[in-house]
């Protein structure tokens, strides 16, 4: 049920454009009431991002795996994360026919634009949580923030990179290159203010 309305979702806000698409529209389309449509997303725009909470759950499990590990330095931990999530191929990792309409309909709304930016702060306060987990105090500090900042002003660089360059190309090969090579780059920059 929630993935068939996340799918209704997504096409009606790609074809129409985010603003223009009620909740009432979603819940015609996808043959359910519009309580039930709200059961599954608290806000509309939840069903847009609705990747997000995928992401989040592999995200916790990368910590969780960090914290039994105990060798890895957290950030490099969560660079190999990124690595494996695009091995694996995992749907928020993709670059493919479509994916340039997901950006081009999240830059026309200023809804999506917000929820995007809150997105990136709730990811970035989870980040530097994690990274504290290790310290004495377990509470992040100025440098830890720091370094989640830059984690997550990296990741969100990678992705629009990699949809410029698919959307140049189409082709996924090189936009995946493309997204791994900025996050390489970016975290090379958080170990050095780490060291700072």
């Given amino acids: 049920m929630r993935q068939n309305i996340s799918d ?40 847009f991002f609705d990747l997000d909470e995928l992401g989040r759950e592999d995200l916790h499990q990368a910590f969780e795996q960090f914290d039994k590990d105990g060798d890895l330095q957290a950030v490099e931990a969560l660079r190999l994360f990124v690595h494996q999530a695009v091995a694996e191929r995992r749907p928020y990792t993709r670059f493919m026919p479509g994916s340039e309409k997901f950006v081009a309909t999240v830059m026309a709304s200023e809804a999506l634009k917000a929820r995007a930016r809150a997105i990136r702060d709730e990811l970035t306060a989870t980040i530097a949580v994690a990274l504290s987990s290790g310290t004495d105090s377990r509470v992040p500090d100025t440098s830890t923030n720091l370094a989640a900042a830059l984690i997550t002003a990296t990741l969100t660089t990678a992705f629009l990179e990699g949809h410029r360059v698919f959307r140049l190309s189409h082709d996924g090969e090189s936009a995946t290159a493309t997204f791994l090579a900025v996050i390489d780059q970016g975290w090379r920059s958080v170990a050095v203010a780490q060291n700072l």
């Fill in 8 to 47: 209704v979702a997504s096409r009606l806000f790609v074809e129409r454009g985010f603003d223009q698409v009620t909740v009432d529209d979603i819940a015609v389309a996808a043959d359910v009431s519009r309580m039930t449509v709200f059961n599954h997303f608290p806000r509309k725009e939840d069903m």
